[in-house]
């Protein structure tokens, strides 16, 4: 079965650091892309970061670039986000996100979420 699972949120101060951890499996992990995304209550979900299969491109939006890095190891099919000078604005559900093509098929895969608060 495939699975996506989030981990390493928490409640943290303004300024603070967190990181997420995307653990996969069931895929092809080392040709999918991997996206993290986040949803705050009363808001679509938005793109956050990108990154290619083999980890050698990476895209952020404007509201995170140079706080946020995106990395992926895909000898243990994890995919990370580092999230550093953390704001309140940044607290939200956030999510991983599998994207592929196979050729005769394409997938869109999802973890649960897991909660990012920051707060004083």
């Known amino acids: 079965q495939v699975q996506l699972v989030e981990s390493g949120g928490g409640l943290v101060q303004p300024g603070g650091s967190l990181r997420l951890s995307c653990a996969a499996s069931g895929f092809t992990f080392s040709r999918s892309v991997m996206n993290w995304y986040r949803q705050a209550p009363g808001k679509e979900r938005e793109l956050v970061a990108t990154?290619?299969?083999?980890?050698?491109?990476?895209n952020y939006r404007d509201s995170v670039r140079g706080r946020f890095t995106i990395s992926r190891d895909n000898a243990k099919n994890t995919v990370y986000l580092q999230m550093n000078s953390l704001k309140p604005e940044d607290t939200a559900v956030y999510y991983c996100?599998?994207?592929?093509?196979?050729?005769?098929?394409?997938?869109?895969?999802w973890g649960q979420g897991t909660q990012v608060t920051v707060s004083s």
């Open positions: 996100n599998a994207k592929g093509f196979n050729f005769s098929f394409g997938y869109d895969y």
């Open positions: 990154i290619n299969s083999s980890g050698g491109r990476t």
